[in-house]
């Protein structure tokens, strides 16, 4: 049974850091490409950073690009991201999801195979 379970959520002020963590179970993770994506209320699900199977490749939306950081410990079976500057707009559940190959790294809904429950981010001004 693959599980991705997301932690890490919480209440920060505008400007503030968060770490987000996504530990898998069940499954190898460094065969899967890998994503974090965010749903605000009443907006569809975006993906917001991605990185490849060797973690050698990733990819930004543009709205996070330079204050998000998206890592992986393949050992530890651990996805982060790393959010900084953090913004009332990047307010937001945050999900985890993971991509069997081919797969490639700019994170698609529709084509990862594997989501966690989601890890709440709220940014006050």
């Known amino acids: 049974q693959v599980q991705v379970e997301e932690s890490g959520g919480g209440s920060v002020q505008a400007g503030g850091s968060l770490i987000l963590s996504c530990v898998a179970s069940?499954?190898?993770?460094?065969?899967?490409?890998m994503g974090w994506f965010r749903q605000a209320p009443g907006k569809e699900r975006e993906g917001v950073a991605g990185i490849g199977i060797g973690g050698g490749s990733t990819y930004y939306a543009d709205s996070v690009k330079g204050r998000f950081t998206i890592s992986r410990d393949n050992a530890q079976n651990t996805l982060y991201l790393q959010m900084n500057n953090l913004r009332p707009e990047d307010t937001a559940m945050y999900y985890c999801?993971?991509?069997?190959?081919?797969?490639?790294?700019?994170?698609?809904?529709?084509?990862?195979?594997?989501w966690g429950k989601g890890t709440l981010v709220t940014i006050s001004s």
């Open positions: 999801a993971a991509a069997s190959p081919p797969c490639t790294v700019v994170p698609r809904t529709a084509r990862m195979n594997y």
């Open positions: 069940g499954y190898v993770s460094n065969k899967y490409c």
